[in-house]
């Protein structure tokens, strides 16, 4: 199994593109366009800041667009030719990457060097094109440079290629825990172990959330039997208190309902409360019905039938004085 790994499309690493070879170039208006070492230097010397790279110079049309395929920051006249480096804008770098632009064309002011000659003096902006005037200019991607600064280029295109294919396995295989010299094989066993682990994790996840979704269903479930015997609770201590109520012969509402209360807020202390009242009540209306009642301060006047009490004296006259009364 193989995997590619290299874009050829991709655009220099450096950032540095070619913008114009030495040579002469001809100009669809007629003129010649003498692109020489004075016309490098005065390029480079003209240069005061970023510089619009658009697509085919549509910027220079108003009917179109303006978009920026990238800026240029920076330019320097080379052995070779007029080079600029490009800050590229995510559209920039999707045209290359995909293989849709591959070179650059400058638009620039010129003198006139007379017999229809001119010499650029001025870059104005620049615009990625599949078609240049200006021949023989190396392509934007996989091209053979020299970096900035005189350092050695990448050589052939084949070497550089090589060379940034070796450099984004090292890459590669250093992200997925594997040597560095680790093959295209065992980088594309890794990116399957990875699809892999990635693939179980989703299905993992999925699974969790239908667990999720299960236990928040039975929660909700244990929520609603928890209201309901709160609900029947509730009823069953108004109930409770009521029987105590009309078991206590309490019948006044608002007495009624300060005794409820009472209960209901805390059933033992309310219900011996209600005790003590009835209790209290009932033992004031004994003693209210036995202060009713007539008192008899005296001993028993009963006298035995067999008891015969004799009279002497005064009283023995007196009762027979009595006697011989009822007698006539």
Do not use: C
């Not at 890794?190 to 959330?209: Q, S, V, Y």
């Amino acid at each position: 199994m193989s995997l590619r790994l290299l874009n050829r499309f991709a655009p220099p690493v450096d950032g540095w593109i070619q913008i114009s070879p030495l040579g002469n170039f001809p100009h669809g208006s007629g003129v010649v366009q003498v692109v020489d070492a004075a016309a490098l230097q005065a390029l480079a010397n003209s240069y005061a800041g970023d510089l619009l790279l658009d697509f085919d110079h549509e910027s220079s049309d108003p009917t179109k667009r303006t978009t920026a395929a990238g800026w240029i920051d920076g330019v320097e006249a080379r052995a070779d030719g007029l080079w600029g480096h490009v800050r590229w804008s995510a559209a920039g770098e999707a045209a290359l990457a995909n293989g849709e632009y591959r070179y650059v064309s400058p638009v620039w002011d010129v003198e006139e060097l007379g017999g229809q000659q001119v010499r650029p003096m001025r870059l104005l902006e620049a615009g990625l094109t599949n078609k240049p005037n200006l021949k023989n200019l190396k392509p934007i991607s996989n091209r053979e440079h020299n970096a900035p600064g005189g350092e050695p280029g990448l050589g052939t295109t084949a070497e550089a290629a090589t060379k940034e294919k070796n450099e984004t396995m090292k890459l590669i295989n250093r992200a997925l825990d594997l040597s560095p010299d680790a093959s295209e094989e065992a980088a594309a066993a890794g990116i399957d172990k990875l699809k892999k682990e990635r693939a179980d994790a989703g299905t993992a996840l999925a699974n969790r959330e239908t667990e999720l979704t299960e236990v928040k269903t039975q929660l909700a479930n244990r929520a609603a039997e928890i209201t309901t015997l709160k609900s029947a609770i509730a009823a069953n201590d108004v109930a409770h208190a009521d029987s105590l109520l009309d078991a206590a012969g309490i019948t006044d509402a608002a007495e009624r309902g300060v005794f409820k209360a009472s209960i209901l807020a805390n059933r033992e202390q309310g219900s011996a409360m209600l005790k003590l009242t009835v209790a209290a009540r009932k033992e004031a209306a004994e003693l209210k019905a036995a202060a009713a009642k007539p008192l008899t301060n005296r001993e028993g006047a009963k006298t035995p039938a067999d008891t015969k009490t004799e009279l002497t004296g005064l009283a023995r006259t007196q009762a027979a004085f009595k006697a011989d009364k009822e007698a006539k």
